[in-house]
């Protein structure tokens, strides 16, 4: 069964995606060309898509056993995660967050949290203003009114947040799967500094590490292996 992340890196690979255009066509065809279909309905480019969009990426995140099953309504789903068992109240990184814009008890979107602060869950979802875009909300926003967590293999939040009190700007196009060019490798240290206690591994050449937009400088807030620390990005290239 795939991990939080690998469901996060699909949905970060759609990020600005447009309604009408060709990733926009592509997440439907996966949705659809997926058996079977949620109450025998194919999805048209007309429909709203924000519950078909999760649901594509958690397809082709090979991540449908942690969905539970494959929907593009948010209330059928809802039903489902209820009747499951997967409704939580301490949401994390990974988790669902479905929305009630009405307050009239039946929930209208979804999104899922990539990243999360004390305050605020950062939401990546389809079809926010016809796109693939972030909601930076409240954690107690009267908005929300469901946080449903998937059944991952192995669900941890991706950032040590003890570590984001360094990162002092954040810049959500930055954000992305990094690849190390160093030639030997690029050191993961505790701060965003060199100092010879400082080092908590090595990033080897050719291999990667993520960034969810915090950095310091020319340091870049990554995970690597689990592990999250600074690391210089003059030997980090995006992918």
Known sequence: MATANDVLKVTESYNGTREGSSKHSEILSIYNNHKPLARGYTVKGTDAWCMTFISACFIKANAVDALGL?????????NFARKNNM?????????LVFYDWGNDGVVD????IYFE??????????????????????????SIKYFVRPRYDNHSTSYDESKISFAQSFNRKI???YICTASDF?????????????????????????????YTNDWLLVVYK?????????HLKKR
């Open 87 to 95: 409704i939580v109240n301490n949401p994390t990184i990974g988790d």
């Open 226 to 234: 689990g592990k999250t620390g600074f690391a210089n990005k003059m």
């Open 186 to 214: 690029v050191a993961l240290r505790y701060n965003p500094y060199v100092d010879e206690g400082n080092k908590i591994d090595e990033i080897k050449k050719g291999e990667t590490c993520h960034n969810y937009g915090f």
């Open 70 to 78: 494959t929907e593009c309504g948010c209330q059928e789903y809802i």
């Open 109 to 112: 979107h979804v999104g899922i």
């Open 175 to 177: 954000a992305g799967e």
């Open 117 to 142: 602060s004390a305050s605020n869950l950062f939401v990546r979802e389809g079809n926010k203003n016809d796109m693939v875009t972030t909601r930076v909300i409240s954690r107690t926003s009267p």
